[in-house]
């Protein structure tokens, strides 16, 4: 049982009379204590959940369609193993594909950006348009890497396509062990 602690001589002095002073029983005091922070503890949220809303591309019969996305803006990044991507610039059969580590390819993003901003004089209606193919081999927090990049560089318009894989990605991933 709690109590109040009172020292030993503790005795009113006033007046003629002695008495003791009361002892005061925290019991209850504690208990509510308790009962509060568990009830506080349990009723908060301490953090949010927030999920991010990925919008798939409808799939494609025919992969000439892709032949929409202007090839002079547009940017397709492969997510491979060993956290290493492929990226290009254009069409797979026309472009010149590179490896990059995916440390880099924050850099390399910034950099073909500002090319299409240039290329096409700085008009706001021709943004980077850039086509994320996550591979059988590339591991989840490669992808959520890449799409952070999207959001840090303020790309205004990617897709995530993971089922169009072209002949030419294939081959050229399979060249370098990708």
């Known amino acids: 049982m709690a109590t109040l602690n009172i020292p030993q001589n503790g005795k009113a002095i006033k007046g003629r009379t002695k008495k003791t002073l009361p002892s005061v029983d925290l019991t209850a005091m504690v208990n509510l204590a308790f009962l509060l922070i568990t009830f506080f503890m349990l009723t908060t949220s301490l953090a949010k959940m927030r999920a991010m809303d990925v919008v798939k591309p409808v799939p494609i019969e025919n992969i000439q369609d892709w032949a929409d996305y202007p090839a002079s803006r547009t940017m397709t990044v492969l997510l491979g193993k060993n956290n290493t991507a492929v990226y290009y610039m254009g069409e797979p ?6 490896t990059i580590s995916m440390a880099n390819i924050k850099t390399q ?7 299409v901003a240039q290329f ?11 086509i994320i193919k ?11 890497d890449i799409i ?5 560089n303020k790309v205004e318009s990617y897709a995530i396509d993971d089922k169009n894989i072209t002949p030419q990605e294939k081959a050229f991933m399979q060249q370098k062990g990708i």
């Open 93 to 98: 059969a026309k472009a010149e594909m590179k």
């Open 109 to 115: 993003i910034a950099k073909n950006k500002q090319w």
């Open 120 to 130: 096409h004089q700085n008009n706001v209606s021709k943004y980077m348009i850039v």
């Open 134 to 144: 996550p591979t059988p081999g590339a591991n989840y927090r490669n992808f959520v």
């Open 148 to 152: 952070d990049e999207m959001l840090i």
